[in-house]
């Protein structure tokens, strides 16, 4: 991991993945290279509700350019029902993507710039924290 990707990934731990927001726990870096980051939340209603936006959104997706990134959560949701499900952001290609669900029920999904620039995220906080919108 490249020290820009490194420093992204530490600034969207440091505004979404506080112990104060019960739906983005940010959980740490895991893999050997260091290239994914996960988060933990363990109510299985939200996990269902969170698993069906994801499936849903994923088969919009013109030419499922991140569908496999967001089925794959939706699969892990499924499977995890009893335990803290894992939601993954992974580092592809030097762009930090992935997706989540903060407390009033929404789900983002980006991709650094390019998500913003295909118009598939609003979030204004997202917007000032990463700085990835002019």
């Known amino acids: 991991m490249t020290e820009d990707m490194a420093t992204d990934v530490a600034r969207f731990v440091e505004v979404f993945g506080g112990d104060d927001d019960p739906l983005t726990h940010a959980v740490g870096l895991v893999s050997e290279d260091g290239d994914e980051l996960i988060w933990s939340e363990g109510s299985p209603a939200t996990i269902m509700e969170i698993s069906r936006k994801l499936a849903r959104i ?11 990134v967001f089925l ?19 580092l592809d290609s030097g762009a930090l993507h992935g997706m989540f ?9 980006w991709e650094c710039a390019e998500a913003w620039n295909a118009g598939l995220v609003c979030n204004d906080r997202l917007d000032s924290s990463l700085g990835v919108v002019e």
Request: aromatic share 6%; hydrophobic share 40%.
């Open 58 to 68: 994923a088969k919009t997706i013109e030419h499922n350019k991140f569908g496999p």
């Open 72 to 90: 794959d959560v939706a699969q892990v949701a499924e499977r995890t029902l009893r335990h803290p499900v894992t939601v993954r952001i992974a």
């Open 101 to 109: 669900s903060d407390t009033d029920g929404w789900i983002v999904e």
